[in-house]
């Protein structure tokens, strides 16, 4: 039972490149949420999926696309990254009220 | 939007007090959660409450849900080092997903 994971652990990209942060779940939970950390905000929602089939924004949205695969999979993507996506980005998932957080995803945009 | 303020921002405490962090909203909850995040890992959650005035025990951990659901006190008692990390409160009011603090960082000085 791994809970939630995420690939990749590290990422460096360059200014205006895309790429796909994926997280998995098996624990059956119906809601999925993409948060970034950055030093002193805490944890920011970028977008959730409710239930398999929907999705919806968070408190920052803008610049990132997110696709609930199935009930397992929710990835986040940044069609043209930019240094102010630069940040640690941690999935989660939920039956109820608890959450429970991936290991995270460390991601750097020069 | 719905807010927590979460205080202090951060604490620097001997190896063996007592430690004591709020977290305080305009708005109503009706569930309170606290997380503790170690350094380069995901939240891991602590606590959970689920009605006013509740208090509950994990170990050395004691949380409240306080009777005006606008607000959550999460005690560490005997502070060890292993407790440094990043602390985040959490409510739920039935509409959004949760909302967290911006957390208190606890440092613990042998």
């Keep these: 039972n791994a809970g939630v994971t995420q690939t990749p652990k590290f990422q460096v990209l360059k200014t205006g490149q895309s790429m796909t942060l994926q997280c998995a779940q098996d624990m059956n939970h119906n809601s999925m949420y993409w948060y970034r950390q950055d030093p002193g905000m805490g944890l920011r929602l970028i977008y959730y999926s409710a239930s398999e089939g929907t999705t919806d924004k968070g408190e920052v949205p803008n610049g990132y696309n997110v696709s609930r695969l199935n009930k397992r999979e929710f990835s986040l993507r940044l069609e043209s990254a930019a240094p102010s996506q630069t940040s640690v980005y941690f999935c989660a998932s939920s039956a109820a009220y608890e959450q429970y957080f991936g290991p995270g995803t460390r991601l750097t945009v020069t | ?110």
């Design chain 2, 1 to 110: 939007g719905q807010q927590l303020n979460q205080s202090p921002q951060s604490m620097f405490i001997q190896e063996g007090e007592d430690v004591s962090m709020n977290c305080t909203s305009s708005s109503i909850f009706n569930t309170w959660l606290w997380y503790k995040q170690d350094p380069g890992e995901g939240p891991v959650l602590l606590i959970a409450l689920y009605k006013a005035g509740e208090l509950t025990s994990n170990g050395r951990l004691t949380a409240q849900f306080g009777i005006t659901r606008k607000d959550s006190f999460l005690n560490i008692s005997a502070s060890i080092p292993s407790d440094v990390g990043i602390y985040f409160c959490a409510g739920f009011s039935g509409n959004t997903p949760l909302v967290f603090g911006k957390g208190t960082r606890l440092s613990v000085i042998a």
